[in-house]
C-alpha cells in the first residue's frame, strides 16, 4: 500500500512547478506560497489515487489462467489463458526490495499489450504464483491438461 500512496505523491512536483510558474507569469505575490499550496493538494489527491488503486486492484488464478482487474469507475480486466503465456518475470525495483515487494510480468503471445504487470505483490506471493503459473504452462504444453493443485486462488492487492 505504502508503494502505491508514494508513486501517487509524485504527482505534487509537477504541480508545485506549476504553482510557481503561474505566479511568475501573472507577477501574483506570495509565488512559492502558491507553489507549497499546489504540491500540498497534488500530493494529498495523488496519494488519495495511489490508495484507490491499490485498494481496487485483483486478480485471479484458475485451471484456465489468469486474471487482472483494475480500477472501479474505469475498470480494466486483462484474461490471460494458460495457452498464451510465453515467459514470466520477476522484478523488483529498489523501493520494491525495501518493502519485499515484487512485480510479476507475464508475458504472453502477441503484440498489443503483450505483457501484463501484476504490481504490488509480497515477494513469497510473488514467487508462488509465479511458480503455479509455470507448472500450469508446462502442464498445458505436455497436455496434461489441468494441474491438480491448481485450486482456484484470488486475492486483493490488500490482501497481501
Known amino acids: ?6 508513486s501517487g505523491l509524485f504527482l505534487a512536483l509537477p504541480l508545485a512547478i506549476a504553482g510557481r510558474v ?3 507569469i501573472f507577477d501574483l505575490p506570495g509565488g512559492w506560497t502558491l507553489a507549497a499550496a499546489a504540491a500540498l493538494a497534488g500530493g494529498g489527491f495523488g ?3 495511489g490508495w484507490r488503486r491499490y485498494r481496487y486492484t485483483r486478480w485471479l488464478l484458475d485451471a484456465d489462467g489468469f ?3 483494475r480500477g472501479r469507475m474505469w475498470s480494466s480486466e486483462v484474461r ?3 495457452n498464451r503465456v510465453q515467459h ?4 523488483r525495483g529498489p523501493l520494491e526490495r ?3 515487494l515484487a512485480t510479476l510480468v507475464i508475458h504472453t503471445a502477441g503484440t498489443r499489450d ?4 501484476v504490481g504490488g505483490l509480497a515477494e513469497d506471493d510473488a514467487e508462488r504464483l509465479r511458480d503455479l503459473l509455470a507448472r500450469q504452462v508446462e502442464h498445458d504444453r505436455a497436455g496434461e491438461g489441468r494441474v491438480d493443485d491448481a485450486t482456484p486462488s484470488a486475492t486483493t492487492a490488500s490482501d497481501g
Open 88 to 91: 514470466l518475470d520477476l522484478r
Open 67 to 69: 486474471s487482472l482487474r
Open 98 to 100: 525495501r518493502w519485499r
Open 114 to 117: 503483450s505483457a501484463v504487470n
Open 1 to 6: 500500500r505504502t508503494l502505491f500512496v508514494l
Open 22 to 24: 503561474f505566479a511568475r
Open 80 to 82: 490471460v489463458p494458460v
Open 47 to 49: 496519494a488519495w489515487l
